[in-house]
């Protein structure tokens, strides 16, 4: 094994072993700027089920690309699970996203949808020393958030929760907005939720068709950055998987729902769309 951080290895025949399914060429114009998730390379699947690179990752075995081989795989230790170890490449995204909208100790962050990756960058923030807010429109996962360690968690339909956020910043707002519920409307909200200069970050508008409409003096005057974040970066693994392997992300909090691989159907209907007591839904090849 070689280390490539703290507790995380690289693997060796005989691993039990965690692969990323998107590893970046490393030497295009993307990659020099670190910007891995737009590097050409990286958009090609490397993990396969089937004859060709997009051919699912849904199987008890699945071949892995020479690229991912390389660079893609890390052993998982004996204490951990598979099912742990499926968190990596999420968590991976949600430390990307944390760290573009720059989240520092002291500040006050709202995260905006409290579903599994909601519930990650909510955690993650609170890990990088912010006090963290949550909205979500389901009970269960309010619950959940204060259970994880939110401060409060609102329901958005609620009405009065900007000015909620208001008071419990000196009259400003949240340094850090991050939104992980795909809708246009959450948007404008989010902005009004930030404090000026603030930053808001888009982690779920990610639909080419999706318009969304916001008063410009909001960026244009009061300074408030929209930022956004897409996919993982290959310089996060090893960090990203520390969080998980040591569990100081308890990532078995947020699987609501196991299923064997005859039952996918089922898995994929409930995770398309949530219910109350639904989070991660997993299935076991
Ligand atoms: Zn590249």
């Not at 905006?112 to 963290?132: N, Y």
Request: glycine share 10%; hydrophobic share 45%.
């Amino acid at each position: 094994m070689v280390a490539v951080g703290r507790g995380v290895s690289r693997w060796k025949p005989g691993d039990r072993v965690v692969s990323f399914h998107h590893i970046p060429c490393g030497d295009c114009f993307y990659c020099e700027q670190k910007l891995f998730s737009q590097c050409p390379g990286y958009k090609k699947v490397g993990l396969t089920a089937g004859f060709d690179p997009n051919g699912g990752g849904f199987a008890e075995y699945v071949r892995a690309m020479p690229w991912i081989v390389e660079r893609g795989m890390l052993a998982i230790p004996p204490e951990v699970s598979f099912e742990e170890a499926t968190f990596i490449e999420p968590v991976n995204t949600c430390v990307k996203a944390i760290q573009k909208a720059r989240v520092a100790p002291g500040e006050t962050v709202v995260v905006i949808g409290q579903g599994p990756i909601g519930l990650i960058l909510m955690m993650l923030s609170k890990l990088a020393g912010a006090t963290v807010f949550a909205s979500d429109p389901l009970a269960e996962r309010r619950e959940k958030s204060l259970s994880l360690g939110a401060l409060a968690a609102f329901d958005p339909s609620w009405g009065n929760w900007v000015e909620e956020i208001r008071r419990g910043t000196s009259g400003r707002g949240a340094d850090a907005v991050l939104v992980a519920v795909p809708l246009a409307a959450v948007v404008p909200e989010a902005l009004a939720l930030a404090r000026p200069g603030g930053r808001v970050l888009l982690f779920a508008q990610n639909d080419p068709q999706m318009k969304i409409e916001f008063p410009a003096a909001t960026v244009g005057v009061e300074e408030k950055e929209i930022l956004g974040s897409y996919s993982a970066s290959v310089d996060l693994q090893a960090e990203s998987a520390e969080l998980v392997f040591s569990r100081r992300l308890p990532v078995r909090e947020l699987v609501s729902h196991r299923f064997p691989l005859a039952k996918i159907d089922e898995a994929l209907t409930l995770a398309a769309r949530p219910a109350g007591d639904s989070l991660k839904v997993v299935i076991t090849p």
